[in-house]
Each structure stands twice: as structure tokens, then as C-alpha cells.
């Protein structure tokens, strides 16, 4: 009977505006303004009202019955209706259909922080007895996540680094899944993270795509998940490079204010159904006034990134020569070599987060980060103000010292992100801080 009923009206989400005018496909920049959202279903709002309920009211008994069918997944695809807020919601729905313009993704899904966007991934596809094979070194809280976290659950880890050849990258997930066998479990993803944090290294996306679709038959190919917080949405676009779901920090280049925390995983709906799910369960979507927030920051996304890509170059070409500095770790500067191949093939741009090796140790570094006056001296990057810390004393502190050392993570390694202030008033702060050391 539900069958016959005709879909709920009056739509919330309007059928998709065209994409093309004259013959032209739409870019996203012009697409965030109005992609996905109906002034006249809201008394003509122009912007998305901000939704603060906790649950939606059915048109009848037989909707509710459909809607729910929907979100146990009785019927695929997902709800087709709002249901309850821990579900599912407009201006959350609205963010996703435009996040996902970004990657050319089938769906997406935002969350409360990048880190509930990366728990529910894991939980969603890993199971007891798994095993992960991913690239190092991961954000922090990543690592945490899978060698201790998941460990209690049975799941281990194999390793390579960021910067592996295609051969070592191979051997690690053979190694991977003679484990799995083994421990009776399967390899249940392939997880990387590029740039890596904070060493810049990149990390060959099709060559690990090669690695799965050569090393595995295809129904036992685990996804490959890739953290692109770094450079993505605008420089980097790894679904387009073989990976099968992308992740974002949304807190970071996304949101792009520093003032809010929020998360994102895209790719096809094979993938996105079961975390889906697993967000319905525990509830770590992100909540409406944060999707709001992150549709305003969307509309300026192209802006930002590409003035801060661009104040970057300056910024770098100015450090790179002066003599205070011992080296850089700038993605823009990469000498001939299998990491500037990586470079050419996956991204349109160099970013704005780098490493600057001030000429000394930790007390010249401190030094440096004391005197700057515009900088601000803060973890996170992304923002629309630039930011300096340093690693070793700070986000990665607790990293063995043995670990530090082959990673590069150096005590007079100072990490900038730039932001989109002027570029010569950047210059003038850098200068004179150095001139501080
Ligand atoms: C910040 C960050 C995260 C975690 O995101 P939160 O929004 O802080 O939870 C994950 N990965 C990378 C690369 C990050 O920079």
C-alpha cells in the first residue's frame, strides 16, 4: 500500500537546479550559493532558515512507516523524509549535496568533528579480527584510534611510510592480508592520509589503487579511505585518483573561520550506506547551527583557498633564501623526484600549510614564534588567519622521541598555515621575527 502513496509535499530539498546553463557546466564556486535549497519552501528566505528541532512531524501514519523503513535500510537509498534529528536534517542535508559537488561524489555525510567522522568510518567498516593497512604518520587522534582503540576489538594494523614506493606499498598489503588470513578476519581498508602531518609527504593514490585491484579478487577489495583535509576540496580530488572515500576535517580549510568543529566523508553509496547507518545509531552528525555556519564558509571556499594558496608562494619564496632559515617543507618547492611525480599527478595546488626549519633548536624556534606579531601562535590550520606552532613541543609531544626523529619532526621545525591577510604585511611579521632569532 505505502507504494502508492505519492511523495511527500511540499518537497524540502527541491530537485537539483541544472548544472549546465548554455551549454556550460556550472563550477562549484558558482553552485554554493543556491545548490540544493528553495527560498519559496521557507517564506522566501534567501538563506537556509537554521532548523532547531529535535524531530519532524509526518504528514500521516503510512509517510512515518516509509520514512522509517528508509533509515533501518529496508528500503535503500536511505530516508526519504526528515525524521528525527539525530538522523537526518535540512541544513545538514543542503551541506552534503554541496560538499559532495566538490569531489564529484555520489553522496556525503558531515558529522560533529573530523574525528566522529573518522570513528564512524572505522566502526562502520571494520569488524573483529580485521586488519588496516595505512600510511604514517596519521593525525594523532587517528593513530590512536586504530592501534589502540580498534585493537581491543581484535584489529590490527600494518604500516607504510607515507612517501613507499608502489613495490613497498604492495608488499605491505600482501603482508596484510597473509595476517588477515591467519587471524580469520579480512583487510578491511586501506586508509591514508596526504600531505601527512607534519612532514608533507605525499602519498601515490593510484598506485595504491594498482596495489588493491592487482593484489585483490574483486569482491574481497577493501575501500580505500583517504584524509584529504590538507588540500582538498580545491587542490586535491582523490576520488578522481582511485580512492573510494575521502574525509575531511571540516574544522579546518572547509569551514575555514577557526569557529567551528565539524567533519565530513564522501565518496559512492556503496560506501556511505553503512556509515550512514552507523551515524544513525550513535548520533555524531553535525548539529544544524554548524551545518549553517559551514554553507556560509562553502560560498567563500574558492576565495580563501586560492588567496591563501597564493600568499603562500610569497611567503615561501620569501623564508626560503633568508639566512635564518635552514629549510622548508613547501609542497610548491619539491625537487625532481618520485614525491614531485606524486605531486603533478594528484594536485592543482601547493596549499598553504608548510614547515619551516628556523637555524638552531627549540630556543631559536621559540624565539621565532614569540616575536611574531600578526601570526597567531595556535594548532589547527586552515583558517582565514595565519597560524604558527611547533610540533615537537606541541601537537606531537607525546611521540616517542626515536619516532620524531624519523619522521622529521624536528625541535626547531616550526609548522605555518597562512591565512588571506595581505601577503607583504605576512612578509614583514616573518621578517622581523627572524630578525628577533
Ligand atoms: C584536524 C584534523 C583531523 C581531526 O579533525 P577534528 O575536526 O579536529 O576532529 C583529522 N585529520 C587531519 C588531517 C586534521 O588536520
Redesign the pocket.
Known amino acids: 500500500m505505502t507504494d502508492t502513496l505519492p511523495p511527500a509535499t511540499p518537497r524540502r530539498k527541491p530537485k537539483p537546479a541544472s548544472t549546465r546553463i548554455a551549454g556550460r557546466n556550472l563550477s562549484p564556486a558558482t553552485q554554493m550559493m543556491g545548490f540544493g535549497y528553495d527560498p519559496m519552501l521557507s517564506e522566501g528566505s534567501l538563506k537556509p532558515p537554521i532548523f532547531l528541532t529535535s524531530t519532524f512531524a509526518f504528514e500521516n501514519a503510512a509517510a512515518g512507516k516509509r520514512h522509517f523503513e528508509g533509515i533501518t535500510g529496508k528500503r535503500p537509498g536511505g530516508a526519504d523524509g526528515l525524521v528525527y534529528s539525530r538522523f537526518n536534517g535540512p541544513n545538514q542535508e543542503i551541506l552534503e549535496d554541496r560538499l559532495a559537488i566538490w569531489d564529484e561524489a555520489e553522496d556525503a555525510l558531515v558529522f560533529s568533528?573530523?574525528?566522529?567522522?573518522?570513528a564512524t568510518l572505522f566502526l562502520a567498516h571494520v569488524g573483529q579480527n580485521d586488519v588496516i593497512v595505512h600510511s604514517a604518520p596519521?593525525?594523532a587522534?587517528?593513530e590512536t584510534m586504530v592501534a589502540k582503540i580498534l585493537a581491543r576489538y581484535g584489529v590490527e594494523y600494518c604500516d607504510f611510510p607515507a612517501e613507499a614506493s608502489p613495490a613497498e606499498i604492495a608488499d605491505v598489503l600482501a603482508a596484510a592480508k597473509a595476517l588477515a588470513a591467519k587471524k580469520g578476519g579480512r583487510v578491511a581498508m586501506l586508509y591514508l592520509?596526504s600531505p601527512a602531518?607534519p612532514t608533507n609527504a605525499l602519498v601515490d593514490v593510484e598506485a595504491c589503487r594498482a596495489a588493491i585491484d592487482v593484489g585483490f579478487a574483486i569482491d574481497e577489495r577493501p575501500p580505500i579511505a583517504i584524509?584529504n583535509?590538507?588540500l582538498g576540496p580545491l587542490w586535491s580530488r582523490p576520488l578522481h585518483h582511485g580512492a573510494d572515500i575521502v574525509?575531511y576535517?571540516?574544522?579546518?580549510y572547509a569551514g575555514g573561520h577557526s569557529d567551528l568543529?565539524?567533519?565530513g566523508v564522501l565518496g559512492a553509496k556503496r560506501w556511505i550506506d553503512p556509515i550512514r547507518s552507523m551515524r544513525n545509531i550513535i548520533g555524531t552528525i553535525c548539529d544544524p547551527n554548524t551545518a549553517w555556519m559551514l554553507l556560509r564558509s562553502l560560498e567563500t571556499l574558492e576565495l580563501r583557498m586560492s588567496r591563501a594558496g597564493e600568499n603562500a608562494l610569497r611567503v615561501c619564496t620569501f623564508l626560503r633564501d633568508h639566512p635564518k632559515v635552514a629549510g622548508i617543507g613547501y609542497l610548491g618547492f619539491l625537487p625532481d623526484g618520485a614525491q614531485k611525480d606524486i605531486f603533478e599527478r594528484h594536485c592543482t595546488g601547493a596549499g598553504s600549510t608548510f614547515s619551516l626549519f628556523i637555524k638552531g633548536g627549540e630556543a631559536e624556534a621559540f624565539r621565532f614564534l614569540d616575536a611574531l606579531k600578526i601570526a597567531k601562535l595556535a594548532v589547527?590550520?586552515g583558517g582565514t588567519e595565519t597560524l604558527a606552532s611547533a610540533p615537537a613541543a606541541m601537537t606531537h609531544l607525546s611521540v616517542p622521541d626515536e619516532r620524531k626523529a624519523r619522521l622529521g619532526i624536528t625541535d626547531n621545525l616550526v609548522r605555518i598555515s597562512i591565512g588571506i591577510e595581505d601577503a607583504d604585511d605576512l612578509i614583514a611579521d616573518f621578517a622581523q621575527a627572524l630578525d628577533m632569532v
Open positions: 568533528s573530523g574525528m566522529s567522522a573518522i596519521l593525525y587522534a587517528t592520509e602531518n584524509d583535509t590538507f574525509l576535517s571540516l574544522t579546518k568543529v565539524a567533519g589547527s590550520l
